[in-house]
């Protein structure tokens, strides 16, 4: 939220410098993430009057302008914007005026028409953010006047406030936080005696939703624009000036920080009735579109319809206008979570709603509604009624909250005297309770004594004003003490020592090496929802335990896998351009219908294997299941296998074992899913458990010498069943193994008849065997009776027939 720090001042005295200010309010936790100059600090802009004006005679978007600036002589000038009448004052750029964003005004023809200047809009003069049309300036402003006298120069200050502090979303909020932490005095806005109550005429159907709402009706209001004062203040901090009515409730709001809405009372039909919205009714709001309402939402309604969506906008049927003469004022109490679910559901945030939302002060409704009522009697010559119509009750304040000197000493580390401690509670609105500290189940009579009094040396039960309902606990008043006490007057301690490390310690690492691993071939780590939306194929056939009641259709069910959401990150780089594609992710999956956690490992390849074309082929190599097969076997899980098998969404489906246990599914997805994301080539895909995948980073890393003895290596070739496949050899070559067997390499097949002699069935497969010692040199010899021992033991087993 933006705060004048000129508007500030008038509440409270300020520290001399802004960054002092900055700094104080940073360290007691209310953040400034900007600070703005602003204010139309400018040479030769005036107050000029439009005296006509006329369609550009080479421009339909373009008028030439009449004004009076006060020196006598008419002035021609060329302007884009269609926000004014004959009639208004506005504020002029003279030639040899330089604006605030460096423009330097000069006599010109603008198609072909002479223009004698620039009639200017908020965000030109640095009074706003406003572009889209005119500054129109009150009627009682002086023609020929500096704008810098109507606008003096003004700092803004843009706070971000935590939900928790609604109490500092208005100007004299923030003054009141600042003058508890310096000690200096505040000064209120002016006393305010509220209008007598009556019950007459509100009706509150949703008490929950609405537990207080009040209304006034003020007749002979002259809506027109609003002073200059009025328009400089809720200009300097983002807010346009609409007319005088509308001006002064977003002004009472960023003053007082309680929401007020005008309805054009001729407009209403019969009383009000807060109540909650039927199914599907119908509301066009102030911004000009129709909402379709929940039966959750509150609304303010006369006899006929909804005028209002409550706490959050008001509708455009009974919104003032120029014709307004009798208005409705409201203020009122909403429940936050209310209008946050209404304001959430609509989307529709409005600058009420985000007060609402984070509570306001009760004691301030009326007050506000008092405030808005002089303001509208003195600006637009309302005739206000001597009674306010309200309905409901007021919330009491929050309870009363003891607190332990003692433990505020042992929290803080630091002793602070008790006499401060109250000082600063004081300053914070806090006050004293007479009553007795509520002794609790358990206390023995020992801690009944007056000791135990709110006045007592061990502590004090304080009463907390109606604007801090954040305060609950003990240790609330402990961080408002030490807010303002300083943080940087606690001195730090060295308390670090050595703890063994944890199996989250453990766990951490082992997944933080993983991670590196897959990076460093390439791969990219995502990570993606647990929640995923109803058009998953897993949601809709079923296969994924649906959530109860869903937030939005995003997010209806638990994902049973990793894939959805891999293919939901492949189809946004696919829409973004990306000609390649490879990602993993490490997450949590929950499978159906028992919804047992676990934690899996995906990954998915698609697109060009490299940027560039090979040098040699000039041609770009897509990714294949041999790129999948490889980020998989890298991740040095023990006796990994692939073997095929079949699956709906695969074209090439394979099943991934750890010795004779299946740990992971993967291969290349079916082209129908390739179309759906409009990605060209094939999609490869793995998924697994990753308990074996963190459990292989485990095994230490260890040193092996270059070897100092020759290797002989030694073929077989041999006829094979079909079905015989490769992983079923490979472990008969291996087990039992030879001591002096080190490596096994397939390097030649054939199937079909493609090389085999006619009437020869099977395939033909070659191995290469490889056997060293590493203290000495073998011998001819002993690898012939090492091999022959491998070629017997495959005859046996498989009946192979051996190619010599």
């Given at each position: 939220?933006?705060?004048?720090?000129?508007?500030?001042?008038?509440?409270?005295?300020?520290?001399?410098n802004?960054?002092?200010?900055?700094?104080?309010?940073?360290?007691?936790?209310?953040?400034?993430?900007?600070?703005?100059?602003?204010?139309?600090?400018?040479?030769?802009?005036v107050?000029?009057?439009?005296?006509?004006?006329?369609?550009?005679?080479?421009?339909?978007?373009?008028?030439?302008?009449?004004?009076?600036?006060?020196?006598?002589?008419?002035?021609?000038?060329?302007?884009?914007?269609?926000?004014?009448?004959?009639?208004?004052?506005?504020?002029?750029?003279?030639p040899?005026?330089?604006?605030?964003?460096?423009?330097?005004?000069?006599?010109?023809?603008?198609?072909?028409?002479?223009?004698?200047?620039?009639?200017?809009?908020?965000?030109?003069?640095?009074?706003?953010?406003?572009?889209s049309?005119?500054?129109?300036?009150?009627?009682?402003?002086?023609?020929?006047?500096?704008?810098?006298?109507?606008?003096?120069?003004?700092?803004?200050?843009?706070?971000?406030?935590?939900?928790?502090?609604?109490?500092?979303?208005?100007?004299f909020?923030?003054?009141?936080?600042?003058?508890?932490?310096t000690?200096?005095?505040?000064?209120?806005?002016?006393?305010?005696?509220?209008?007598?109550?009556?019950?007459?005429?509100?009706?509150?159907?949703?008490l929950?939703?609405?537990?207080?709402?009040s209304?006034?009706?003020?007749?002979?209001?002259?809506?027109?624009?609003?002073?200059?004062?009025?328009?400089?203040?809720?200009?300097?901090?983002?807010?346009?000036?609409?007319?005088?009515?509308?001006?002064?409730?977003?002004?009472?709001?960023?003053?007082?920080?309680?929401?007020?809405?005008a309805?054009?009372?001729?407009?209403?039909?019969?009383?009000?009735?807060?109540?909650?919205?039927?199914n599907?009714?119908?509301?066009?709001?102030?911004?000009?579109?129709?909402?379709?309402?929940?039966?959750?939402?509150?609304?303010?309604?006369?006899d006929?319809?909804?005028?209002?969506?409550?706490?959050?906008?008001?509708?455009?049927?009974?919104?003032?206008?120029?014709?307004?003469r009798?208005?409705?004022?409201?203020?009122?109490?909403?429940?936050?979570?209310?209008i946050?679910?209404t304001?959430?559901?609509?989307?529709?945030?409005?600058?009420?709603?985000?007060?609402?939302?984070?509570g306001?002060?009760?004691?301030?409704?009326?007050?506000?509604?008092?405030?808005?009522?002089?303001?509208?009697?003195?600006i637009?010559?309302?005739?206000?009624?001597?009674?306010t119509a309200?309905?409901?009750?007021?919330?009491?304040?929050?309870?009363?909250?003891?607190?332990?000197?003692k433990?505020?000493?042992?929290?803080?580390?630091?002793?602070?005297?008790?006499?401060?401690?109250?000082?600063?509670?004081?300053?914070?609105?806090?006050?004293?309770?007479?009553?007795?500290?509520?002794?609790?189940?358990?206390?023995?009579?020992?801690?009944?004594?007056?000791?135990?009094?709110?006045?007592?040396?061990?502590g004090?039960?304080?009463?907390?004003?109606?604007?801090?309902?954040?305060?609950?606990?003990?240790?609330?008043?402990?961080?408002?003490?030490?807010?303002?006490?300083?943080?940087?007057?606690?001195?730090g301690?060295d308390?670090s020592?050595?703890?063994?490390?944890?199996?989250?310690?453990?766990?951490?690492?082992?997944?933080?090496?993983?991670?590196?691993?897959?990076?460093?071939?390439?791969?990219?780590?995502?990570?993606?929802?647990?929640?995923i939306?109803?058009?998953?194929?897993v949601?809709?056939?079923?296969?994924?335990?649906?959530?109860?009641?869903?937030?939005s259709?995003?997010?209806?069910?638990?994902?049973?896998?990793?894939?959805?959401?891999?293919?939901?990150v492949?189809?946004?780089?696919?829409?973004?351009?990306?000609?390649?594609?490879?990602?993993?992710?490490?997450?949590?999956?929950?499978?159906?219908?028992?919804?047992?956690?676990?934690?899996?490992?995906?990954?998915?390849?698609?697109?060009?294997?490299?940027?560039?074309?090979?040098?040699?082929?000039?041609?770009?190599?897509?990714?294949?299941?041999?790129?999948?097969?490889?980020?998989?076997e890298?991740?040095?899980?023990?006796?990994?296998?692939?073997?095929?098998?079949?699956?709906?969404?695969?074209?090439?489906?394979?099943?991934?074992?750890?010795?004779?246990?299946?740990?992971?599914?993967?291969?290349?997805?079916?082209?129908?899913?390739?179309?759906?994301?409009?990605?060209?080539?094939?999609?490869?895909?793995?998924?697994l458990?990753?308990?074996?995948?963190?459990?292989?980073?485990?095994?230490?890393?260890?040193?092996?010498?270059?070897?100092?003895?020759?290797?002989?290596?030694?073929?077989?070739?041999?006829?094979?069943?079909?079905?015989?496949?490769?992983?079923?050899?490979?472990r008969?070559?291996?087990?039992?193994?030879?001591?002096?067997?080190?490596?096994?390499?397939?390097f030649?097949?054939?199937?079909?008849?493609r090389?085999?002699?006619?009437?020869?069935?099977?395939?033909?497969?070659a191995?290469?065997?490889?056997?060293?010692?590493?203290?000495?040199?073998?011998?001819?010899?002993?690898?012939t009776?090492?091999?022959?021992?491998?070629?017997?033991?495959?005859?046996?087993?498989?009946?192979?027939?051996l190619?010599?």
């Amino acid at each position: 939220m933006k705060f004048s720090v000129n508007w500030l001042g008038e509440f409270v005295d300020l520290p001399a410098n802004v960054d002092t200010l900055a700094e104080l309010l940073t360290l007691a936790g209310v953040e400034i993430e900007s600070i703005d100059q602003r204010g139309a600090n400018i040479d030769k802009v005036v107050v000029s009057q439009i005296t006509a004006s006329s369609q550009h005679p080479n421009a339909d978007r373009l008028t030439v302008c009449e004004v009076n600036d006060g020196s006598g002589t008419k002035r021609q000038v060329v302007c884009g914007a269609t926000n004014y009448k004959v009639g208004d004052k506005v504020p002029l750029a003279l030639p040899g005026a330089r604006l605030a964003n460096g423009t330097e005004i000069r006599r010109s023809k603008l198609r072909g028409i002479e223009s004698e200047g620039m009639l200017c809009s908020p965000i030109e003069l640095s009074l706003g953010e406003d572009a889209s049309g005119l500054l129109i300036l009150s009627p009682d402003a002086k023609i020929g006047a500096l704008i810098v006298d109507l606008f003096p120069a003004d700092t803004i200050l843009d706070v971000e406030i935590t939900p928790n502090r609604g109490d500092l979303l208005s100007h004299f909020g923030l003054a009141r936080e600042i003058a508890a932490l310096t000690g200096k005095k505040l000064r209120a806005p002016a006393s305010l005696k509220t209008a007598e109550a009556t019950g007459s005429g509100i009706k509150i159907s949703a008490l929950r939703e609405c537990p207080f709402y009040s209304a006034r009706k003020i007749d002979n209001v002259k809506v027109g624009p609003s002073p200059n004062w009025l328009q400089a203040k809720i200009e300097s901090v983002g807010i346009r000036s609409i007319n005088n009515i509308v001006d002064i409730s977003n002004f009472v709001v960023l003053e007082l920080g309680q929401p007020t809405h005008a309805f054009d009372a001729d407009k209403l039909i019969g009383g009000i009735d807060v109540r909650l919205a039927r199914n599907g009714e119908k509301f066009l709001a102030l911004d000009g579109k129709t909402y379709s309402l929940a039966p959750e939402s509150l609304v303010i309604a006369d006899d006929e319809r909804a005028v209002a969506i409550g706490g959050v906008m008001g509708g455009e049927d009974t919104g003032v206008t120029e014709s307004t003469r009798t208005i409705l004022l409201e203020s009122a109490y909403f429940l936050p979570a209310s209008i946050r679910r209404t304001a959430r559901k609509l989307n529709l945030p409005s600058d009420a709603s985000y007060r609402f939302e984070r509570g306001v002060d009760p004691e301030m409704i009326l007050r506000a509604s008092q405030r808005a009522t002089e303001l509208i009697r003195e600006i637009a010559q309302g005739d206000p009624a001597k009674e306010t119509a309200v309905a409901g009750t007021l919330l009491s304040n929050p309870p009363d909250v003891f607190l332990s000197y003692k433990k505020c000493d042992q929290v803080l580390g630091i002793g602070i005297e008790p006499k401060t401690i109250d000082k600063i509670l004081e300053r914070f609105g806090l006050s004293k309770s007479t009553r007795l500290r509520q002794v609790t189940a358990g206390q023995t009579s020992k801690s009944r004594s007056p000791a135990r009094q709110s006045r007592s040396g061990d502590g004090a039960t304080w009463k907390i004003p109606s604007y801090r309902r954040d305060l609950q606990r003990d240790v609330d008043l402990i961080e408002e003490v030490v807010r303002a006490y300083g943080v940087e007057k606690i001195t730090g301690t060295d308390r670090s020592r050595f703890t063994p490390s944890s199996v989250a310690d453990d766990s951490h690492d082992l997944e933080s090496a993983l991670r590196s691993g897959l990076v460093t071939r390439g791969l990219a780590e995502v990570r993606t929802s647990k929640l995923i939306p109803r058009s998953a194929t897993v949601v809709t056939t079923g296969n994924a335990i649906k959530l109860r009641n869903p937030l939005s259709e995003d997010h209806v069910a638990l994902r049973p896998n990793l894939r959805p959401g891999l293919l939901a990150v492949l189809d946004r780089n696919v829409r973004a351009g990306a000609e390649r594609v490879t990602i993993f992710e490490l997450g949590r999956v929950f499978v159906p219908a028992s919804g047992r956690e676990e934690r899996h490992l995906g990954v998915l390849l698609w697109g060009d294997a490299a940027d560039s074309p090979h040098w040699r082929t000039q041609t770009k190599r897509r990714l294949d299941f041999f790129d999948l097969k490889g980020a998989i076997e890298s991740l040095q899980i023990e006796s990994l296998l692939f073997r095929r098998s079949e699956h709906r969404d695969f074209a090439l489906a394979t099943e991934i074992l750890s010795r004779t246990r299946v740990i992971g599914f993967g291969g290349q997805l079916s082209a129908s899913c390739a179309r759906e994301l409009n990605a060209l080539g094939p999609i490869f895909s793995a998924e697994l458990h990753a308990d074996l995948a963190l459990e292989a980073q485990k095994s230490a890393k260890t040193f092996r010498e270059i070897e100092r003895f020759p290797a002989i290596t030694r073929d077989i070739a041999m006829i094979v069943p079909e079905k015989l496949t490769h992983a079923e050899i490979l472990r008969t070559i291996e087990e039992p193994r030879e001591p002096l067997l080190k490596s096994v390499e397939l390097f030649d097949l054939f199937e079909g008849q493609r090389g085999l002699a006619p009437g020869v069935s099977g395939k033909s497969l070659a191995y290469r065997l490889t056997y060293r010692d590493k203290n000495r040199t073998l011998t001819n010899e002993e690898v012939t009776v090492a091999h022959a021992k491998i070629r017997e033991r495959l005859k046996r087993e498989f009946g192979v027939t051996l190619r010599e």
